[in-house]
T-cell receptor, first 113, second 110 residues
Framework: ETGVTQSPTHLIKTRGQQVTLRCSSQ?????VSWYQQALGQGPQFIFQ???????GRGNFPPRFSGLQFPNYSSELNVNALELDDSALYLC????????????FGEGSWLTVV | QQQVKQSPQSLIVQKGGISIINCAYE??????FPWYQQFPGKGPALLIA?????SEKKEGRFTISFNKSAKQFSLHIMDSQPGDSATYFC?????????FGAGTTVTVRA
C-alpha cells in the first residue's frame, strides 16, 4: 500500500465528453504527478502539481488539465475525449518536486467509446 | 522519442533461475534510476533504485548494476519465484519527471 488513492477505478465515457479523475496523495507528500499508461506500454508523464500550481508538463495537449488543492489532493481533467485517451491514468505522489521516491496509486481505467 | 530503451520485451525463467533486464539511456542529465514492478490491474510499485555515483545496489533478491560510461543499467532477479511474475519497468529521472522504458514481462515457471 502506497497511501495514494484514486477514484474512480474504472469508467467508460463517450468520445467528445469530459472526465475528471481524483487523487489523494500519501500523507506528508505535497507533490502530485499524473501519468498516462496505454495498454502494453510504460507510463507517460502528463504533468506535476506543487503548491497548487502546475510545475512541469509532458507532451500532452491543453485539453489535459489539472488542479491541486490545499490538502494536496489533485484532479485530472480531460476535455473532448478521444478514443486514444483510453488508458490507465496513474497518480503519483512525492515529498517534494525533486523527490525521486515517487509512489503510484492503483490508477483509474478510462475507456472511451 | 523514447528516452529509455528496455530489453527484452518478455522473458521466461524457471523457478530458482536468474532474470536479467537491461536498460539504456542517452540523457546524461538523468540522476536517478528506479525500477518498478507492476502486476496486472495494479499501479507500478517501486522496487529498487540507484543513483549514478553507485555501480551496484542490492536489496534482497533484487540487484541493480549501473554502468555510467556505457549509459546502461540492469536489474537482476536472483532465485526467481512464481510470485515475481509481473511486468518490470526501468525508469530515469531528472528534475520532476520519470521517463519509463517500455517494460519487460517476466514469467517464472514452477
Amino acid at each position: 500500500e502506497t497511501g495514494v488513492t484514486q477514484s474512480p477505478t474504472h469508467l467508460i465515457k463517450t468520445r467528445g465528453q469530459q472526465v475528471t479523475l481524483r487523487c489523494s496523495s500519501q500523507s506528508g507528500h505535497n507533490t502530485v504527478s499524473w501519468y498516462q499508461q496505454a495498454l502494453g506500454q510504460g507510463p507517460q508523464f502528463i504533468f506535476q502539481y506543487y503548491r497548487e500550481e502546475e510545475n512541469g508538463r509532458g507532451n500532452f495537449p491543453p485539453r489535459f488539465s489539472g488542479l491541486q488543492f490545499p490538502n494536496y489532493s489533485s484532479e485530472l481533467n480531460v476535455n473532448a475525449l478521444e478514443l486514444d485517451d483510453s488508458a490507465l491514468y496513474l497518480c503519483a505522489s512525492s515529498s517534494d518536486p525533486l523527490g525521486n521516491t515517487i509512489y503510484f496509486g492503483e490508477g483509474s481505467w478510462l475507456t472511451v467509446v | 522519442q523514447q528516452q529509455v530503451k528496455q530489453s527484452p520485451q518478455s522473458l521466461i525463467v524457471q523457478k530458482g533461475g536468474i532474470s536479467i533486464i537491461n536498460c539504456a539511456y542517452e540523457n546524461t542529465a538523468f540522476d536517478y534510476f528506479p525500477w518498478y514492478q507492476q502486476f496486472p490491474g495494479k499501479g507500478p510499485a517501486l522496487l529498487i533504485a540507484i543513483r549514478p555515483d553507485v555501480s551496484e545496489k542490492k536489496e534482497g533478491r533484487f540487484t541493480i548494476s549501473f554502468n555510467k560510461s556505457a549509459k546502461q543499467f540492469s536489474l537482476h532477479i536472483m532465485d526467481s519465484q512464481p510470485g515475481d511474475s509481473a511486468t518490470y519497468f526501468c525508469a530515469a529521472s531528472n528534475d520532476y519527471k520519470l521517463s519509463f522504458g517500455a517494460g519487460t514481462t517476466v514469467t517464472v515457471r514452477a
